[in-house]
């Protein structure tokens, strides 16, 4: 079963729900990869921050140490 899509007419009030045609699935799968695709790189970036905090940490330095030294 494909999605579905809902259009209001605030007008009437009525209200139509129908299955998406092609161009409509193909463009939400579209944004659907793109949005995780996103979340992933969010996800790496919030990864790394953390890692790279644990190499300083180890190293005893915090990230406003760094910052104290214009790095």
Do not use: C, F, H, Y
């Amino acid at each position: 079963m494909k999605p579905t899509i809902k259009i209001s007419d605030l007008a009437t009030g009525e209200v139509i729900e129908r299955e998406m045609n092609a161009e409509e699935l193909a463009q939400w799968e579209a944004d659907k990869t793109q949005a995780e695709a996103k979340l992933e790189a969010k996800n790496q970036a919030v990864l790394a921050k953390a890692a790279a905090q644990a190499k300083l940490a180890a190293l005893g330095l915090t990230a406003d140490d760094l910052k104290a030294l214009g790095l």
